[in-house]
């Protein structure tokens, strides 16, 4: 039981150029959540999926996409990467939307040049 | 809106001496609180929440949390602190008025020294 996984662990990419950040989990939870993490300033959401077929914007989502590919995975998309991103990406995920506990994957440390 | 704040950014500690974290809140309902710890390099793992009841919560690794109503705080406490208790520390707020959203505060660096 991995729990949540993400991939990859660490990238650097040139201003303008595009990832897709990797995450699953195996615990079959319905709601998953894409975070950054920037020093001072806590846990920021991104975009999150309730369930499969669904996905709606955070706190942060301007220049970011989703794609709930499946209960299992859920991606994150940089199109045109800018500095201002930066940051330690994290996923997690919940049994469901609302319910308390959330578990979270390793994160991403992404740097843009 | 909901908010929360950890207003320590450090806090310092001796092995084996009791220690606090510190958290305040504001939501415009009942809150459901909770603790995350962080150690390097990794995600964030869940310590112990307070949904309703009593107000002293018990958590993992001997931490525990007491829930203040009048004060709005939810301070994160152990007895007796080791070196391994040395990470990153979050509180997080959800109203408990059909909303989902967790807010994390900007967490406070423990560190316990030999």
């Known amino acids: 039981n991995a729990g949540v996984t993400q991939t990859p662990k660490f990238q650097v990419l040139k201003t303008g150029q595009s990832m897709t950040l990797q995450c699953a989990q195996d615990m079959n939870h319905n709601s998953m959540y894409w975070y950054r993490q920037d020093p001072g300033m806590g846990l920021r959401l991104i975009y999150y999926?309730?369930?499969?077929?669904?996905?709606d914007k955070g706190e942060v989502p301007n220049g970011y996409n989703v794609s709930r590919l499946n209960k299992r995975e859920f991606s994150l998309r940089l199109e045109s990467a800018a500095p201002s991103q930066t940051s330690v990406y994290f996923c997690a995920s919940s049994e469901a939307l609302g319910v308390d506990t959330q578990y979270f994957g390793p994160g991403t440390r992404l740097t843009v040049l | 809106a909901q908010s929360v704040a950890q207003p320590e950014d450090q806090v310092n500690v001796a092995e084996g001496n009791p220690l606090t974290v510190k958290c305040t809140y504001s939501?415009?309902?009942?809150?459901?609180l909770f603790w995350y710890v962080q150690y390097p390099n990794r995600g964030l793992q869940f310590l112990l929440k307070y949904i309703t009841g009593d107000n002293l919560v018990k958590g993992s690794y001997g931490f525990e949390a007491e829930f203040n109503k009048s004060q709005t705080s939810f301070h994160l406490k152990k007895p007796s602190a080791l070196v391994s208790d040395s990470a990153l520390y979050f509180c997080a707020v959800r109203e408990n008025t059909g909303g989902f959203k967790t807010i994390f505060g900007a967490g406070t660096r423990l560190f316990v020294k030999a």
């Open positions: 939501v415009s309902g009942n809150p459901y």
């Open positions: 999926s309730a369930s499969e077929g669904t996905t």
